[in-house]
């Protein structure tokens, strides 16, 4: 069965820092790996889809890497800034009927 | 482009009542179709897939159901609420590669 988690679970940083979230997953058989991002009360947007034959995707600041055979994933948020301040979740998609399996998320504070 | 319509927004409902929650998908044929419920503290729970029209899959054995009447159209049902079913329910469409949720909806058994 497949299990993803994600670290730290709650992260805080000054306005202006980059930032790294981790993801890990404990079967590599992916089909693609997905970022999202979550504000409180609200649906999920999609930020960064990875596909198994990747290693990275790139999109404004973001930077989703994916290392399958280690079943890691990281988010790095450049100059990040308080509108960033969000939950973040990476799920993994291992490609039967693209079920998602979620991390249980991010909570990242960007401080002015 | 595609949109997906959840609603609504919130609810409240007693214990024993029933439930209707619709999700409509638009700018798309065919699409898998999902419906996911957030617990306060938990992850993303997959709770029902459909990949056609009348084709439901479940996940988790509970008190819910689902039905796929229409291909872009996939409802969240129960007969009677219990407080285990609080939450917020999230629906989906994949075309088979990235995912797209809607807005939730925020389920409150009292």
């Known amino acids: 069965k497949q299990e993803v988690t994600q670290i730290p679970a709650a992260l805080s940083v000054p306005e202006g820092e980059n930032l790294v979230l981790n993801c890990s997953f404990t079967d590599s058989a992916i089909y693609n790996l997905q970022w999202f991002r979550q504000d409180p009360g609200k649906g999920l947007t999609s930020l960064l889809l990875?596909?198994?034959?990747?290693r990275e995707q790139t999109s404004g600041r973001l930077n989703a890497s994916l290392d399958k055979s280690s079943g890691r994933s990281t988010l790095y948020i450049a100059a990040s800034q308080p509108g960033d301040s969000a939950t973040y979740l990476c799920?993994?998609?291992?490609?039967?009927?693209?079920?998602?399996?979620f991390g249980t998320g991010t909570r990242l504070q960007v401080t002015l | 482009s595609q949109t997906i319509h959840q609603w609504p927004a919130t609810l409240v409902q007693p214990v024993g009542s029933p439930l209707s929650l619709e999700c409509t998908v638009e700018g798309t044929s065919n699409p898998n179709l999902y419906w996911y419920r957030q617990a306060a503290g938990r992850g993303l729970q997959l709770l029902f897939y459909s990949v056609g029209i009348g084709q439901i899959s479940s996940e988790v054995p509970q008190n819910l159901s689902a039905s796929r009447p229409q291909d872009r159209q996939f409802i969240l049902s129960s007969k009677k609420l219990l407080l285990s079913d609080s939450g917020f329910y999230l629906c989906?469409?994949?075309?088979?590669?990235?995912?797209?949720f809607g807005q939730g909806t925020r389920l409150t058994v009292v």
């Open positions: 989906a469409w994949s075309g088979g590669g990235e995912a797209f």
């Open positions: 990875i596909q198994s034959s990747q």
């Open positions: 799920a993994v998609d291992t490609g039967t009927a693209s079920k998602l399996t």
